[in-house]
Each structure stands twice: as C-alpha cells, then as structure tokens.
C-alpha cells in the first residue's frame, strides 16, 4: 500500500517503542500497517543526537533487564551485537555530596546510540516520516457508521501534514493505533465524540500526567579526560534523588570507544523542567545545570567547548492508566497504547504494545496471537 487514497488495515500514530512493537506484531499477522511519526526518526525517547563530530544519548539512558519481555528484547539485542553492558554499577549522590555505589546490575546501551534499538523495531514496517496527524475523520462509503452484517461500511480518514508539503496528505485505515502520550492523543481524538466517542474514554486520557525534562549535552575538551579518568570513585552514570536541578549525569562519551572529547548528558528534574516549559530559550536552563553540577561533582563542569539542550516535555508517566492499552469500544478499532499504560517503565511501553495489537488484530480477524 504506497498510495494515500487506498486503504491500509492499521495506522499506527507514532514510532516510540510501543507503536514499533504494536506495528511489528500486526504486520507479522498478516495486515497492511503504516505508522505515521510527526518527528524525522523513529524511538520517540530512545534518542541519539549527532553533533560535533560525536553522538549523544539525550533520552533513555539505558536499558535494565526489568520485566521479562524486556529481559527478551535485550538477549537478542545483545545476541546482534546491537547492545552491550556499559556498567553494572551507578552511583548515587546523598544528601551531603558523597557518592555511594547503587543497584549492582547491568546496564545495556548502544554504542551506535540508544536509537539503534528503535531502528531494530523499525526494519520492514512502512513508517512515515515528517508526517504530522492534524485530524481523524470517519469517511462513509455509503451513509455514515452503516453497519450491514455486522461489518462496518466506513473507515478512518487521517489528515496529514508535512513540512515538506503545503497540500495535506490523506490516509484511510480500518484501525487506528494511537501510540503517543495522553495529552497529545486527547486533541487529535476528542472531535471524535461526535461520531461516538465516549466521555469516558477521554476522561480516562485526561487523567494521564506526565513529568517534563531537560536534557543538556555537554562536551570538553579532550584535555579534560585525563580528570576523568582520575575520579574517585570511577562513575559513569549518578544519580541524585535529593537534588532539585539535577537528576541524573551520565558520562555519555564513555559509551562509545571512537569518542575525541569528554561528553556528558545532564537530566533535570521534573520540578525544574516545569519552570522552563514555555520558555522558547533554553541555554539559560542548561547554563544553570552546568553551575549546579559544577558545585556539586567537578568543578569545570560548566566550562564546555559546546552545549546542546533539548526539552522532553512528555518524559516519564507520572500518572498512569492501571491497564495495557486504553480502548475507544467504537465500531472502527481505535486503541491508545504507550508507557503510560500499565506503569511508566519501558517494559510498561513494550507490554502495551503487545496489548494493543492483540486487541486490534482480534478485532479485524478475529483471531488472538
């Protein structure tokens, strides 16, 4: 299915892990999937930015083996040589600046950069890049919700948007897979009401919070490795659940064995992100991460060669749905799926994912995995 006036069976709305999973599953059960992604690559949080000359992660730092689908998804990865162990251990920063070693297991990254998990979920789907949803009609071959033999005469009709494109783009589906954080699906879904959507479903979606976060990318010059390599302790990665700024900081450039510079990522807390969420300038924020960590672990840390900063305004689930996959009940199949669905983990994304192509491909063959 290449051309947008046919029909495909599932659109699937954003290619974080839990749409490529959904769309994987219901592509190997036989339907026409597309996934439709407004940004310029697939993984949503799974991120990596080029620049200078090196990569950095400035979304999911990591994986843990937590959960057993995960636990599945790193073996085989790390069977392709796609993922390695970084660390087994992460330091957390007390209350009164000393560093004490934390959870003792592995951690598993991607040299190439933790997209390269996404870009594995990716491989063979029809994923549409630069594509912005800007509205969901339900199209009528005949009248409107027909329903003749208990088959449903309509599909969904998605508008689309492109930067590359001054004429919106159509996409007609039998199914819809919603697989973007609450907020945004509550917009693009809640004109549906007029064609049966219930209000509890979109109560349901307005009950989902999530936690912001900034992400500063930070590199040094390769003098600066020397220091690092005399820390002691020898972290990576620090936690620092009693600070107000900081929340995380990774040795970034560890990751990765061609690196020319010290790299580092810095992760903020959700309550200093929420001061800068509409904020179009952000290096004033990144500027103070770097004073604020600069006090606090080495003191050149606000002296880089280069920053990047990048806002995560949908970061981590703070209030979630206690099930896998939230359900419209409307003749046409539209399901949400996501991280917010049944906890606020990975493994939460990647189980709603499953659940989500379960119902849908049950819907449309009648059949269950």
Known sequence: MTKSNKICDVVVIGAGIAGLICAQQLQQAGLIVVVVEKSRGVGGRFATRR???TRADHGVRYLEPYGKRLQQLIDELTNRNILQVWTDTVYELSADGILQPKNDYPRYIASEGMTAVAKFLATGLDIRLNQRVEAIQIKAERDLLSVENN???STYQLLLSSPATQTPDKLN???IVAAIPAPQAVSLLEPLAESGLSPEFINNLRSVE????LSVMVGYPTSKQQDLDQLSPAWKAVICPHDTQIAWIGLDSSKRQEVKQPVLVIQSTPEFAQSYLDIDNLEPAAHQLLSH?????????????????HRWRYAFPKQSLQIDYLDTNMLLPLVCCGDWCGGNRIESAINSGFAAAVKINQNLQGEIF
């Open 51 to 53: 620049l200078h000359d």
């Open 151 to 153: 088959e449903c005469d």
């Open 173 to 175: 589906a039998r199914a």
């Open 210 to 213: 999530f936690d912001p976060c």
């Open 293 to 309: 960590a600069s006090k606090n672990l080495i003191p050149w840390l606000d002296k880089p060669e280069w920053l990047q900063i």
